[in-house]
């Protein structure tokens, strides 16, 4: 799982791949205010874990330019 954080605006946003039953991969978003049980989450499916790989840093640039900051799995995200 991939967290990011806006701490100016209390803001989050979090996103994962998810490999079912069948091998196929679903790229799930959710994001929110921070201390808040409101959200909202987003499903989209993905030909495969590198196209899903390929949104997530697709993903981390947006977040990133709206000033989030990345907080969990940045060790495993490829640039």
Do not use: N
Request: glycine share 8%.
């Amino acid at each position: 799982m991939y967290r990011w954080i806006q701490p100016e605006k209390d803001r989050y946003y979090q996103a994962h791949l998810i490999e079912d039953l069948f091998g196929d991969w679903t790229l799930v978003a959710c994001w929110g205010v921070l201390h808040s049980r409101q959200s909202q989450m987003r499903k989209t499916g993905v030909p495969s874990y590198e196209a899903g790989l390929e949104q997530l840093k697709a993903i981390d640039r947006r977040r990133r330019q709206h000033g989030y900051h990345l907080i969990q799995g940045a060790a495993d995200l490829p640039h």
